[in-house]
């Protein structure tokens, strides 16, 4: 009998093994139990989540995630499954300041340090050898340089620099610290600010074309990469689609002498998920780089923000890039062969037909399908039974799906660790006959970006959402996301492709295409070589695009390709702009 419960268990826990081991693919926004905000900002809608600024360190082969206001932090082993941990790093005499907003780490030997913004020197610099435990000390009770928007950074010689400034008016600095004292060596050093006459991208507006408001430049973050230094700002707000981190390449880490990378290095002012600013590069523990940024919302307050996840890396002439194509796609994750890279499942519902049990005010059913993050379907109530329900067209093979849960009418203020999502979700090939895709009826944990891989794949047409538990609110959703393949033909290449640059002011271009009537969307990808065109603008249902984004003094390439529910065009021969 002890062998047969022995076996059993051992049965259970290698299937246990093999459901995890399925999941090997993650999708952004990522799905963390983002806090609320701390105060309500009733002159706009109220309570909702948010968080930013994020930054990732690898630490002792973990992975640990720190962003503004969270009274915590998270840590996974495989950048897929986040577990939370309660910690508040404000001391008594701090009251009045953000918790930990806009957060430096840094990796000195065995110990992690931290530290939140500030102009004050009351803040604490905090260190620990088991962040995974919980375990923290003060190591300055009152941090002598303080700064917004800090970031740390130890050379490979183990000095050790500290970097910030967020303004509109002053350049990003960096000061070297004593590591054992952490005082100052000599003073700080103008690093770089923004030059949005000549690089279009740095530009205030949705459209990078806002002339009567200056830009910012904050969230400093230091990568050291063959010897050279590159130093990544982010601009020109947070508000902005078009929200993006910039790099300077230098010599040394404290110099004013620097190259610059012509496009952004992370840029996503398309799709459903917008924006790329403000991060942190880090690497996974077989050393391929990657870039953590903030994604914008933006509805309900002007810093109602998530966090993404992109590939990064460096080309071998030296040029560092973020890949931010299909960015809110499924990728796979970095325990994988394919790390990083897209899956190829696409989405199979965009703008297609949604019933619903009942709606509210003007948050309609086909806000779920829109590819827009700022928009959102809410059912009358919250009550256990609202559904939705997505129609792909026809049977297609369905491989994951993502639900972005919206706030509305939220009630909490600040962080919450007992909160929980639970749903129901069917599939049918006729919307007649209906099986479970997924049970989470008795989950426990909070899952505002739910997504979910299936183990196997399904043939499907109809996929319905039914609500069980809302955490809080009405049960809204800004994005029902099926992913797969419609096991069709892919979409013809973009034929009349043209980028009318203007002579007045050769930041801009008019972009333009013949509308395909085989596609949905469109990638327009670009550079400042025609081998390197990192930077994708995601376009839907358009065939044209003004673009503001570009060095003044710079020749650039494009291409584009056509998108529909089958897979990808092949891309238009890279064309020349001076």
Known sequence: MKELRFLLAFVLLITACDLHAQQRTYCNPINVDYGYTPIPNFSEWGKHRATADPVIVNYKNDYYLFSTNQWGYWWSSDMLNWKFISKKFLRPWNEGY?????????????????????????????????????????????????????????????RFYMYNGSSN???????ELNRTTFKPIGTRKEIYLLQDWRYGWQR?????????????????????????????????????????????????????????????????????????????????????????????????????????????????????????????????????????????????????????SSTLGNHPANNAVDEDIKTYW??????????????????????????????????????????????????????KIWNTLIDKSNNKT?????????????????????????????????GLRIFGNANGIQPNAVKSFMVLRTEKDKRSAWIRWSPSDDAYAYNIYYGTAPDKLYSCIMVHNANEYW????????????????????????????????
């Not at 008016?169 to 000061?175: A, D, L, R, S, T």
């Not at 891989?453 to 800004?478: C, D, Q, W, Y």
């Not at 494009?558 to 092949?570: K, T, V, W």
């Open 98 to 158: 953000d918790e930990l907003c806009a957060p430096a780490v840094g990796i000195l030997g065995d110990t992690m340090v931290v530290i939140g913004s500030t102009y004050t020197n009351k803040f604490t610099l905090w260190m620990s050898t088991n962040p995974k435990a919980n375990e923290w000390k003060p190591l300055v009770d009152s941090f002598e340089i303080g700064g917004w928007d800090p970031a740390f950074f130890t050379d490979y010689d183990g």
């Open 169 to 175: 008016n002053f350049p990003v600095y960096g000061i």
């Open 204 to 356: 205030f507006g949705e459209h990078m074309d806002n002339t009567f408001l200056d830009p910012f430049i904050e969230g400093s973050w230091m990568t050291k990469h063959n010897g050279k230094y590159y130093f990544q700002y982010g601009a020109p707000g947070t508000e902005m689609s078009g929200y993006a981190d910039g790099v300077i390449v230098m010599n040394n880490p404290l110099t004013n002498e620097f190259k610059a990378q012509s496009d952004p290095l992370s840029f996503k002012p398309g799709g459903f998920a917008r924006g790329a600013g403000h991060g942190a590069t880090f690497t996974d523990n077989n050393n391929n780089y990657w870039h953590v940024s903030t994604i914008g919302i933006c509805v309900k307050n002007n810093f109602e923000r998530r966090i993404g996840i992109w590939p990064a890396g460096f080309d071998k002439d030296g040029v560092m890039y973020t890949n931010t194509a299909f960015g809110d796609y499924p990728h796979y994750i970095p325990s994988t062969k394919r790390s990083g890279e897209f899956t190829g499942w696409m989405l199979l519902n965009y703008n297609k037909p949604v019933t619903v």
């Open 378 to 431: 809410s059912a009358a109530s919250s009550d256990k039974g609202e559904w939705i329900q997505t129609d792909l067209g026809n049977v297609s093979t369905v491989n994951a799906v993502q639900i972005n849960y919206a706030d509305q009418d939220a009630e909490f203020l600040g962080k919450q660790t007992n909160i929980f999502h639970q749903y129901k979700m069917y599939y049918s090939v006729d919307g």
């Open 446 to 478: 909070d899952i505002p970006h739910e997504y979910v891989e299936l183990e196997k794949s399904v043939s499907a047409r109809f996929i319905k959402l039914e609500n069980i538990h809302m955490p809080t609110g009405k049960f809204a959703i800004s």
């Open 547 to 578: 673009f503001a984004g570009m060095d003044k003094n710079m020749p650039y390439y494009f291409s584009i390709e056509a998108i529909n529910e089958n897979g990808l065009s092949e891309r238009t021969k890279t064309i020349k702009s001076e």
